[in-house]
């Protein structure tokens, strides 16, 4: 079969399986662009706390170092829009986070792609990845044709938007390939403006140290005040960068059943978040993203903006 035919049926079956895009490229060098600005963004620190993002750099910039005689890079996306959200009143988790662990369904339906690409190429070996490796995901999903990287720094797909889980397998064999997408962004800048803490220090440039995103679920210890005092409603990331794209009005809810909203997630109010007991968040959260940050630091978190949100009053 020919590479085009391979690369159709791959691309058909990703979107069988409820992938929202699929697109390819060629496991080479990540570009001298993009490594450069990788290289700058570690070396101002950006990383934060973040300290395997400073280890396998050079596997971070070239998959042929992950992965043993690969030669294609197969990106998918996954919608994770909720079909319904948090009121606006309430404490916010990410919209992310609203559902089962994404890496637990990622894999699985990277799985299945995996066997349908080693029936039609039987022999193919390589590896799925899914926020699990040092891999530049976005780049790989620009470079497959998928979208373009935003001032916000999230894969945007056009008439979409960012509410985008994203996955690939890396392979042994060649396909043919999808080329880069021209940013979109245009003139806009809504989302520089959006950040509350100035986290987003100039397009395509987001400090951790700043970010609400990653001092909620990452990081360990106090909430700097100078961040915490932004936090608002935000108790479990932020996705105001995300709410003030206008590709965003694109977005549809996820219609994968394992990233529904749980019902018990919603009906949380605001006293219930202060009041949550080990007991009750691990009920709670069983099987979800939010055990990253652990009942302590969800807790921190809580106490951070009520803390803020009462002394604003
Ligand atoms: S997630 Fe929030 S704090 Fe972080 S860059 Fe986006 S708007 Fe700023
Ligand atoms: S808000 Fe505007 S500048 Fe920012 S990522 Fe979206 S389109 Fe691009």
């Known amino acids: 079969m020919m590479n085009e035919e391979l690369s159709r049926q ?59 005689g690969a030669q294609s890079v197969i990106s998918v996306a996954l919608n994770y829009y909720p079909s319904r959200l948090i009121a606006k009143d309430e404490y916010q988790l990410a919209w992310y986070a609203y559902g089962e662990d994404y890496h637990t369904v990622m894999k699985e339906k990277l799985a299945r792609l995996a066997d349908y690409v080693t029936t039609l190429m039987p022999g193919c070996t390589g590896r799925a990845f899914c926020d699990t490796a040092p891999l530049l995901e976005r780049y790989w999903a620009w470079r497959g044709g998928l979208g373009w990287i935003g001032r916000n720094t999230q894969l945007i797909i056009p008439r979409a938007g960012s509410a985008f889980f994203l996955g690939e397998l890396v392979i042994d064999r060649p396909l043919a390939c999808d080329s880069p997408m021209q940013s979109r962004c245009g003139t806009c800048t809504r989302c520089l403006t959006a950040c509350p803490t100035g986290a987003l220090r100039a397009p395509h440039r987001l400090d951790a140290r700043l970010c609400l995103s990653y001092l909620t679920i990452e990081h360990r210890g106090d909430i700097p005040p100078q961040a915490a005092k932004h936090l608002g409603n935000s108790i479990y990331g932020c996705d105001r960068c995300q709410q003030a ?64 949100k009462s002394s604003t009053k």
């Open 245 to 308: 794209c206008p590709w965003n009005r694109f977005t549809t809810p996820a219609t994968e059943t394992r990233l529904a909203p749980r019902a018990d997630l919603l009906a949380m109010r605001r006293a219930d978040w202060v009041a949550l007991s080990p007991e009750r968040y691990r009920t709670l959260f069983k099987g979800s993203a939010v055990k990253r940050a652990k009942y302590e630091g969800l807790m921190r978190n809580i106490a951070a903006a009520h803390q803020y």
């Open 10 to 68: 791959i691309k058909a079956e990703a979107l069988r399986l409820g992938f929202s895009a699929c697109g390819v490229s060629p496991a080479d060098a990540v570009d001298d662009i993009h490594r450069a600005a990788f290289l700058d963004w570690l070396g101002d620190g950006c990383q934060a706390g973040m300290d395997y993002m400073a280890r396998n750099v050079e596997k971070r910039l070239d998959p042929r170092l992950l992965v043993e």
